[in-house]
């Protein structure tokens, strides 16, 4: 049975017509959704074997259950990696940006529901999302995918020690903060305003343990779109404000510690997915994660990894590899 009789005979069994399932999105990874259509509308995940889709459900509980927009699981079968969920619309946050709406109150929602998914004790299972993996994760792209890439040959083992230990310093302040739920991946793509002004959550099956600040870097440093600087201010003093117990300077401090490991990690990654995943439209985004690299890079907290790259990656070679920079 192909993977196409799979999904109707899944939606069937739901009550629902295969006829009425479109294609709704693909992310990075290699789950794909349908929309279905009619009196009873939904969203079905189509993430086959090796992906798991039970991280996403033991997620998804989670979040229901200290009051987080997320969508309601309707149906499951977890060893074809099929999900029937509640479709929370069409108002992504990135849309409502990107065709001009107002910012202010999209982002309070999102800081809102960031301060409250963190205020939970996390769920029991999460992997941890730690300065040795974060470390690791910069390192893979970093070496593994860009660095070939761009100068045709692996990198030298002194270069992975100098920067691996680099990144191991720099963050070394995530240790000392505390730990709480991280989404990895909380940006405006995935979120949704929802008819009551709250924001939806979605796409949060890669969740972990780590430091609030690292899902704060993704919401104002999105590599997919620019975010004005004030903008990103006010969100950043909303979401202080929200967290009393955080020492404000300590919190800066990490902050771009997170946001150059992301940046350094997600700026790499747009090469690999267009290698091996054959999706060269992310490397679109490479020019304006590199910025943003350098942006933090700028930072005092970033130190140890700025004289690690001025070593081995000149500040002219930081961007996409020439041969796979997109054409205008």
């Known amino acids: 049975m192909n993977r196409d009789d799979l999904i109707a005979l899944f939606l069937a069994r739901h009550g629902y017509s295969p006829g009425d399932a479109e294609p709704l999105a693909q992310d990075a990874s290699f789950r794909r959704y349908l929309r279905i259509r009619g009196d009873r509308p939904a969203v079905l995940m189509d993430a086959p074997p090796p992906e798991d889709v039970r991280p996403f459900l033991h997620i998804a509980a989670h979040l229901r259950g200290i009051g987080v927009s997320v969508p309601a699981i309707l149906a499951a079968d977890e060893r074809q990696g099929l999900v029937l969920e509640q479709d929370l619309g069409d108002d992504l ?57 761009r100068f045709g040959a692996e990198a030298p083992p002194a270069a992975r020690d100098d920067i691996g230990a680099a990144l191991a310093e720099m963050l070394k302040p995530v240790a000392n903060g505390p730990t709480t739920f991280v989404h990895r991946d909380y940006f405006a793509g995935n979120l949704l305003r929802l ?115 001025d070593r081995w990656i000149p500040p002219a070679a930081r961007g996409n590899p020439p041969e796979l920079e997109p054409q205008p």
């Open 93 to 149: 946050l990135s849309v409502l940006l990107d065709r001009g709406e107002p910012a202010e109150p999209l982002f309070d929602a999102a800081v809102d529901a960031l301060a409250a998914m963190q205020a939970a004790p996390p769920p029991a299972g999460l992997p941890l999302w730690d300065a040795p993996t974060m470390a690791a994760t910069a390192m893979g792209t970093l070496f593994d995918w860009w660095w070939p890439a």
């Open 195 to 309: 008819p009551d002004g709250r924001v939806g959550i979605i796409d949060f099956q890669g969740a972990a343990l780590g430091h609030p600040a690292y899902d704060l870097v993704s919401l104002l440093q999105d590599a997919r779109r620019d975010i004005p600087r004030d903008i990103q201010d006010r969100a950043f003093n909303r979401y202080l404000r929200a967290r009393p117990d955080l020492e404000p300077a300590a919190f800066r401090n990490v902050f771009t510690a997170c946001a150059a490991q992301r940046h350094l990690r997600v700026a790499c990654q747009w090469v690999r997915l267009a290698l091996r995943d054959n999706r060269p439209h992310y490397l679109a985004h490479g020019s304006r994660t590199w910025r943003l690299l350098h942006r933090a890079l700028a930072e005092p907290a970033a130190a140890p990894l700025v004289a690690a790259l």
